[in-house]
């Protein structure tokens, strides 16, 4: 099993330019959950999904799209990218079942906007 | 909305010394408390996690207490080795399955 899986591992963006940031898992996980991370901060939620088709805003959702058309993917996209939004993102899920509050973090998006 | 404290930004100890960090959380509703560790360039990693219905966990040399009076839960970590330094982070779920995050504790463990 991979797990949940990021793509890319780095991109550099100039102002204006849009790009999606893939995320996927093979946990058969309900939840899935987007989140940024600055230099020497913590982790900000940015979207969050409970289910296909459903998705939520969480913290910091301005400049960002999601979209959740099935378990396994749940794309972020940015329309117009800022020097604002350098920053690390990380896909992560839980399983959203009974106890189980775990979230499992992918390998995170290193994204530079110039 | 709700947010976490998280006590020191940074934490220096000797080897072998015990490490303690502190999250003090606004949501009284909170019911799932878990702590991540996240090392250069990596990321997070659950170590431990505890619920509101007990008070102290322990696995090997971490162990993490609740205080749900007082809204605050700690980490603490026994006999430290160079391998522990890293950023720890806290975290606190109330309803839903969303993870407030705290800012981060950096422990460096010296030789």
């Known amino acids: 099993n991979a797990g949940v899986t990021q793509t890319p591992k780095f991109r550099i963006l100039k102002i204006g330019q849009s790009m999606t940031l893939q995320c996927a898992q093979d946990m058969n996980h309900n939840y899935m959950y987007w989140y940024r991370q600055d230099p020497g901060m913590g982790l900000k939620l940015i979207y969050y999904s409970v289910g296909a088709g459903i998705t939520d805003k969480g913290e910091v959702p301005n400049g960002y799209n999601v979209s959740r058309s099935t378990t396994e993917d749940f794309p972020l996209r940015l329309e117009l990218a800022a020097p604002s939004q350098t920053s690390v993102y990380f896909c992560?899920?839980?399983?959203?079942?009974?106890?189980?509050?775990?979230?499992?973090f992918g390998p995170g998006t290193r994204l530079t906007v110039l | 909305g709700e947010n976490v404290e998280q006590h020191p930004s940074t934490l220096s100890v000797q080897e072998g010394d015990s490490a303690v960090i502190k999250c003090t959380y606004s949501d009284s509703a909170s019911n799932y408390f878990p702590w991540y560790k996240q090392e250069l360039g990596k990321r997070p990693q659950l170590i431990i996690d505890?619920?509101?219905?007990?008070g102290e966990k322990k696995d090997q040399r971490i162990a993490v207490t609740l205080n749900k009076t007082a809204k605050h839960f700690s980490l603490h970590i026994t006999e430290t080795q160079p391998e522990d330094s890293a950023v720890y982070f806290c975290a606190f779920t109330g309803g839903g399955n969303k993870l407030t995050f705290g800012t981060g504790t950096q422990l460096k463990v010296e030789l």
């Open positions: 992560a899920t839980s399983s959203g079942r009974g106890r189980n509050l775990t979230q499992y």
């Open positions: 505890i619920r509101s219905n007990v």
